[in-house]
C-alpha cells in the first residue's frame, strides 16, 4: 500500500515536457530545487509557480545516488499538464500485514465527498488546493459524517437517507467540476467512477423503500 513520507517522488514524467528534457524519470525523489530543500509536494510546485521561464537548479536521489538538472517550467503547458509535466507524490508503496493494511486503505481512500482520486493526480489550481495541508480536515470530517449516517441508515432514520441523497448529489457535481483537471487515467480513478455508479444505485435503493423510514 501507500505510505506518507517526507521524501517528495516522481512518479510519472510526460513526453517532451520540461521534465523529460531534463532527463526525470519516475522513482526520483526530489530533494531540493533552487537550494530550497523539498520535503513536500507543494514545497516544489510553489518553487516551480514562482519560476515559471527561469531555469530551476533540481537536485534528485535517484537509487541512492545524487544527481544535479535544470529545467525550465513553462508558462504556457498543455491541458492537464503542469508547467514541469511530472506527477509527485510524498507517499510510496510498501508492502504491509493485511490487519494493518485494510484500516490504512479506508482511511486513506475517503474522499471529500467520496471522489477517491488522489490529490497529487489533479492538476492546475484545483490539485494546488488539494496539495495544501488545510485539505487534510475535510477528507476526516467526510469520514465521519459517512460513518454518522451509515448508522443512520442501520436505523432506519429519514435523515441519513436525506443525507445519501445529497452526499450523492454532491459527488455529481464533483465528477462534472474535477473530471477536466485529472491529469492521468488509472486503477484508482477507475475504482472512483464504479464506486459512484453503485452509490447512484444504492440511493435508488433507498428511495425505492423510503416508506419504510421514520
Do not use: C, H
Not at 526520483?28 to 537550494?35: K, R
Not at 483537471?181 to 435508488?204: D, M, P, R
Amino acid at each position: 500500500m501507500r505510505i506518507e513520507s517526507d521524501r517528495v517522488y516522481i512518479e510519472k514524467v510526460m513526453p517532451l515536457s520540461p521534465a523529460a528534457e531534463a532527463q526525470l524519470i519516475a522513482g526520483d525523489v526530489i530533494v531540493s530545487a533552487n537550494d530550497t530543500s523539498v520535503s513536500k509536494p507543494n514545497d516544489f510546485t510553489d518553487i516551480v509557480y514562482k519560476n515559471r521561464g527561469k531555469f530551476v537548479d533540481i537536485v534528485i536521489n535517484r537509487n541512492g545516488e545524487l544527481k544535479q538538472t535544470q529545467l525550465m517550467p513553462r508558462i504556457d503547458n498543455p491541458p492537464n499538464e503542469g508547467p514541469t509535466g511530472v506527477v509527485i507524490s510524498n507517499s510510496k508503496f510498501q508492502k504491509q500485514p493485511v490487519y494493518i493494511l485494510i484500516p490504512k486503505t479506508l482511511l486513506q481512500n475517503i474522499s471529500w465527498g467520496g471522489l477517491a482520486v488522489r490529490k497529487n493526480e489533479i492538476a492546475g489550481p484545483i490539485g494546488i488546493f488539494l496539495q495544501k495541508d488545510y485539505f487534510r480536515p475535510f477528507i476526516f470530517a467526510m469520514g465521519a459524517i459517512l460513518i454518522v449516517l451509515a448508522i443512520g441508515l442501520l436505523k432506519l432514520k429519514k435523515w441519513a437517507m436525506y443525507g445519501m441523497f445529497i452526499l450523492t448529489f454532491i459527488d455529481l457535481v464533483q465528477m462534472i467540476v474535477y473530471f477536466p483537471s485529472i491529469s492521468q487515467f488509472n486503477t484508482s480513478l477507475l475504482i472512483s467512477i464504479v464506486s459512484f455508479f453503485v452509490s447512484i444505485l444504492f440511493v435508488y435503493y433507498l428511495y425505492s423503500q423510503r416508506n419504510f423510514f421514520r
